[in-house]
């Protein structure tokens, strides 16, 4: 009815779905999303023709409005001195089995070693910006390695598993209206969309854009991404619409940081085909990512793909990459 926060329901049939691993499935209708009442997908998802209304003046800088999620949680591989010995040798020469990682067949492991930095940021405003040495690959049948190891390590900090779902998560249809009234601060990125944090997760058949007549004009501060990807592996994102944000905005300020429409890290195997997202030049750039191997961009129009801090493996095929 436009008046209550139809996320408290949307919420309750999803924990309901979840616990009986059963799908979502709704065609049709109008919801309203207001309050940041967090929903939880870990079941196939169809929405057909639904509409989503998304009052963005209640985007918040912690939570996504829906977040994909395994069932399963991430742990920490602890190893004994002998193990991270092996572990370590193996790597660094580059081997495409490594026993000492059987026991973690099918994850995502992401190692870090954040006493060396690599990376480092130019100009004199980021302060020596710089990441950690880090890589990320996935380990089939046997202890075998899918995805280059690029880095040598002689430590590391962190040794992490993620698992990865034996089946694929289908979300597919919805219209999504945005206000376009974010909140402004300066306190980081605000979310507003759909997180994925499961491997094996497909979305498709999805419009996303603005109110009619509603403008983004006013906000100055950036969006993390409708769609966001984070430390997973083996995902897709197809025949959906995006709209990249204003740059300069009515007062003359502009967003400060990067805004857009998708963003990803540590993700490994990824294929975005039929999506587009195009701007003028007063748009920010839609694409956004950090750490990806096995990126594939198909038959895509978008106005920019930006890759911050290393992409391995980077496909564009069939595709216009425009203004920004």
């Not at 919420?11 to 939880?40: C, D, M, Q, T």
């Not at 870090?112 to 990320?136: C, M, T």
């Not at 759909?194 to 509603?214: A, F, H, M, Y």
């Not at 995902?235 to 990067?258: A, C, D, F, M, Q």
């Amino acid at each position: 009815d436009s008046i209550n926060n139809d996320a408290v329901q949307i919420s309750k049939a999803h924990r309901y779905a979840n616990a009986r691993n059963i799908p979502i499935v709704n065609h049709k209708g109008e919801f309203w999303l207001k309050e940041n009442e967090k929903i939880i997908i870990q079941t196939d998802v169809d929405w057909g023709n639904t509409i989503f209304h998304i009052d963005e003046k209640y985007n918040s800088l912690t939570d996504f409005r829906f977040e994909v999620t395994s069932k399963e949680n991430p742990k920490n591989i602890v190893l004994s001195a002998e193990e991270k010995k092996k572990l370590l040798s193996d790597l660094n020469s580059c081997k495409m089995i490594i026993p000492t990682l059987k026991p973690h067949k099918n994850h995502l492991i992401i190692i870090a070693d954040s006493n060396d930095r690599i990376g480092f940021r130019a100009g004199a405003s980021y302060k020596g910006q710089s990441w950690a040495r880090e890589d990320f690959f996935y380990v089939e049948e046997s202890g075998k390695v899918i995805g280059d190891i690029t880095w040598s390590f002689k430590n590391y900090t962190r040794l992490t598993a993620y698992p990865v779902d034996k089946n694929y998560l289908h979300i597919q249809g919805g219209i999504f209206y945005l206000s376009g009234e974010n909140p402004s601060s300066r306190r980081g990125y605000y979310k507003n969309g759909i997180q994925v944090r499961r491997s094996r997760t497909t979305i498709s058949n999805q419009w996303i854009g603005l109110e009619p007549g509603k403008e983004d004009t006013t906000t100055i501060s950036p969006r993390n991404g409708f769609y966001s990807f984070s430390n997973v592996y083996d995902v897709r994102l197809e025949n959906v619409r995006l709209t990249p944000y204003l740059y300069t905005r009515e007062s003359g300020n502009k967003v400060h940081s990067g805004t857009y429409g998708i963003s990803m890290g540590r993700v490994l195997k990824s294929h975005f085909k039929n999506v587009t997202a195009e701007g003028s030049q007063n748009h920010w750039g839609v694409f956004g990512t950090n750490l990806n191997k096995d990126l594939k961009i198909e038959n895509c129009l978008l106005n920019r793909v930006d890759i911050h801090f290393h992409c391995w493996n980077l496909s564009i095929l069939d595709s216009h990459i425009g203004e920004r």
